[in-house]
């Protein structure tokens, strides 16, 4: 896999996020079993190749949706994110005093430095 088929697949399929998932799903199906759908797999060295080889061959591609409805689900997924993120960092919160820091209330430690002989 090379610069220029990447460069190739981002092109054939709109953009490095949409390659991203893509490939993601297509990796998933074929680790999971699902039998390539290009000549020769073989020569391929794993499946990130032959998804790879799958959407420069243009065997495989996204389920095209309307704009409007990407930018909803972008929108929806960093939110989902963000809540993630309230929700650890309210937990981490709740934590007692010393959790956060490694557990030992706050002592601190030289490693640093040789013993004394």
Known sequence: MDLKSIEAAKRRVG??????????????????????????????RGPIQVALREILDGKISLEMIP????????????????ARAAAR????????????SGGFG????????EPKR
Do not use: T, Y
């Open 67 to 82: 704009a409007d409805s990407f930018d909803q689900l972008v929108e929806q997924a960093r939110q989902e994110k963000e």
């Open 15 to 44: 953009g490095p996020f949409r390659l991203s998932v893509l490939l993601q799903k297509r990796i998933i199906e074929l680790v999971r079993g699902a039998p390539p759908v290009i000549d020769h797999p073989e020569r391929e």
């Open 89 to 100: 960092d309210a937990e981490m919160g709740s934590l007692p005093p010393g959790a956060q």
């Open 106 to 113: 706050g002592a601190s430690f030289d490693l640093g430095s």
